[in-house]
């Protein structure tokens, strides 16, 4: 069955509604970005540049970097935006875009986000690397798609439990990583843990401004969770929906943080842009390994 216009939207020249591509526009390895303006940050270190292209916030680049084809995509803030990007990237290589049909050889994406994020821990300092080994999803968007297969009930009760997270919330999915990607990235300079993905900046990470929480505590309870060696190390807005939708499309995902803040410590890198450069160049030079 042919997939409808109204669900697969093609801009007038072919290319995927939001994303502004055709399928020969992007690498199989992709690296995604929030900041639209870090895309240049990323690709200076290229080689060679064969396209190029921005719509809204979504700005994407393709080029070489030491002899491996690489794509550079801003996502934007959040997991709504993720949703919107990872659809359409499985769509470019996936489906047929002139048929509109499901293609029957699958084709999978590996994708690896460098962002910023903020150490949860008092003992993961500022301007150090982070790999999520896990992601647990706080926003609930994952839970519009059938997630029983990615989801890791023993520990997500476990979080419940000693979080007595509100039943009026989403419930918490915790979802692991794309474990080749994973060994390709790792080393002695990285830490990991878990990373919470929460759906705002603001209350849903515990800041207060003029607004009451509905659970003064939430961050303190999260920060002291541990089960079976497994801790919440950093909060941000991206990875858990990074890590579902790439496991529920057969595609692999690591997410790379650099820490710029503590928030165990109250202290805040005084150099963030140079973490990042960091690991912007640890993170092309592993991929290429």
Do not use: C
């Amino acid at each position: 069955m042919n997939i409808q216009h109204s669900e697969l939207i093609l801009n007038s020249d072919g290319s995927i509604y939001h994303l502004n591509l055709k399928p020969e526009h992007i690498a199989t390895d992709i690296i995604f970005v929030g900041d639209q303006y870090r895309v240049d940050k990323v690709t200076k270190y290229f080689d060679s540049i064969e396209f190029t292209t921005q719509k809204r916030e979504f700005k994407t680049t393709t080029g070489v970097y030491k002899n491996k084809r690489l794509t550079v995509i801003s996502t934007g803030i959040g997991p709504d935006n993720i949703d919107i990007v990872l659809n359409e990237l499985d769509a470019l290589v996936n489906i047929d875009l002139e048929t509109r049909q499901i293609k029957k050889e699958h084709t999978a994406l590996n994708i690896t986000r460098i962002g910023t994020s903020g150490s949860l821990q008092a003992d993961i300092p500022v301007d150090s690397f982070l790999l999520s080994s896990h992601a647990i999803d706080l926003n609930g968007m994952l839970h519009s798609y059938q997630i029983d297969t990615i989801a890791n009930p023993e520990i997500e009760e476990a979080f419940i439990k000693h979080t007595q997270w509100s039943s009026k919330k989403a419930y918490p999915l915790v979802i692991e990583n794309g474990k080749d990607l994973e060994k390709k990235l790792t080393s002695d300079l990285v830490y990991t843990g878990i990373t919470a993905t929460a759906g705002g900046f603001y209350g849903p990470q515990g800041r207060v401004l003029r607004l009451g929480l509905q659970d003064p505590d939430l961050n303190r309870k999260i920060d002291s969770f541990s089960h079976n060696h497994h801790r919440i190390t950093n909060l941000e807005m991206e990875t858990s929906a990074i890590y579902g939708l790439a496991k529920l499309l057969g595609h692999n995902a690591v997410s790379m943080n650099a820490i710029i803040a503590n928030r165990a410590n109250g202290t805040f890198s005084n150099d963030p842009g140079k973490t990042v450069k960091e690991l912007i160049i640890y993170t092309l030079n592993k991929l290429v390994e």
